[in-house]
């Protein structure tokens, strides 16, 4: 699993350094993840393997799609617990895409600010 919460170079790149698509992305994704994420609480609760993988595997592609390394390594961690209708260690990956999410979120204000100037 990447440390790297967010790849500013690589997002760029991929949008071919057009700044405006980029935050577009960015607010989508943060919109999109929200959603998804308060499914997962629901899901884990109730032990929906399916939904866990389905919503995980979702979130992985997005969060590599806007270079969030972090983010995309957990969610490949819960898509394999979805896959194979594991349990253990749900509750805690849950906890610790809460904490890079709350990372993520700190990188793309300060892209936003920046935007803004």
């Known amino acids: 699993m990447s440390d790297v919460i967010f790849d500013y170079e690589e997002v760029m790149e991929r949008v071919q ?12 994704f943060t919109e999109d993840f929200k959603e998804k994420r308060a499914a997962l609480t629901g899901y884990v609760e109730n032990k929906d393997f399916e939904n866990i993988r389905g ?8 969060s590599g799609n806007i270079s969030a390394k972090a983010l995309r390594g957990i969610l490949l961690e819960m898509e ?7 349990v253990e260690g749900l509750d805690e990956l849950l ?14 204000k300060k892209i936003k600010e920046g935007a803004e100037e």
């Open 80 to 86: 394999e617990k979805g896959k194979n209708e594991t």
């Open 17 to 28: 350094e057009d700044k405006e698509l980029l935050l577009e992305l960015l607010d989508l």
């Open 95 to 108: 906890a610790k895409l809460d904490k890079a999410f709350e990372e993520l979120d700190e990188e793309l």
């Open 55 to 62: 919503v995980a595997h979702s979130l992985k592609g997005a």
